[in-house]
């Protein structure tokens, strides 16, 4: 297994990271939902969260950044100065994508969900590779940036997106919440949007639920 702190390539700094998986095996998959990890944390780590929202018949795939961090600078940063590790975040995306289609699981019963910088990868995924998906779960993270760009075009087909934040996270506005929402909505999501007081950056019950929704959904 790659060690997560070790950067492999210079060009492709997520290469050759580990896939962790639970729930169905793929021969037995109806679903799958693709679980990506924040800043400092592991695959293994956000992996636990699936007891939460557990079904039968949905396999559970948590990709592992390199160096625990999926990019250096600020999601606010210009998108340049976090090459290439976001190139590479997003090819680990496909990648997962790729092991899901190949357990007989299309993106319409694959759901991706992450929190923190993996919610933010998690929509930039989305809103650059528009199709219809199982849902896009968003905690604590948005589209990045300096702005939101208005650059992205085509449809979600109406896929289920949801953005959880606090009203105080110390890394996401609420004012970069709302325009990620309006993305989504113009792209033809079924958006809901939520801001909790006092939450800070973190996961709460409200959230939990909702996720277990969206995957009751799928199967």
Not at 56 to 83: C, I, K, T
Not at 119 to 126: K, P
Not at 171 to 179: D, G, M, P, Q, V
Request: proline share 7%; aromatic share 8%.
């Amino acid at each position: 297994m790659s060690d997560p702190f070790t950067v492999e390539s210079r060009d492709d700094p997520h290469q050759g990271q580990p896939l962790a998986t639970a729930g169905a095996p793929p021969e037995a998959a109806d679903a799958v939902v693709i679980l990506l990890h924040g800043r400092s944390s592991t695959a293994k780590n956000i992996l636990r969260l699936a007891d939460e929202f557990y079904h039968h018949g949905v396999m559970y795939l948590a990709p592992q950044a390199a160096r625990r961090m999926w990019y250096p600078r600020s999601g606010y940063a210009p998108f340049e100065d976090n090459e290439p590790w976001f190139s590479s975040a997003l090819d680990r995306i496909s990648k997962a994508l790729n092991v899901a289609a190949a357990a007989g699981v299309p993106p319409e019963r694959t759901l991706l969900l992450g929190f923190s910088q993996g919610g933010c990868l998690a929509s930039e995924f989305v809103a650059r590779n528009p199709r219809r998906y199982g849902g896009l779960v968003v905690l604590s993270g948005s589209l990045l940036g300096p702005e939101v760009r208005e650059e992205y075009a085509g449809s979600i087909d109406g896929t289920p997106v949801f953005l959880g934040c606090s009203s105080d996270d110390p890394y996401i506005t609420a004012a970069r919440l709302h325009e990620t929402a309006r993305v989504f909505e113009r792209l033809d999501g079924e958006v809901t949007s939520r801001l909790y007081k006092g939450l800070g950056h973190a996961i709460n019950d409200d959230e939990i639920q909702t996720i277990d929704t969206f995957v009751d959904q799928l199967v």
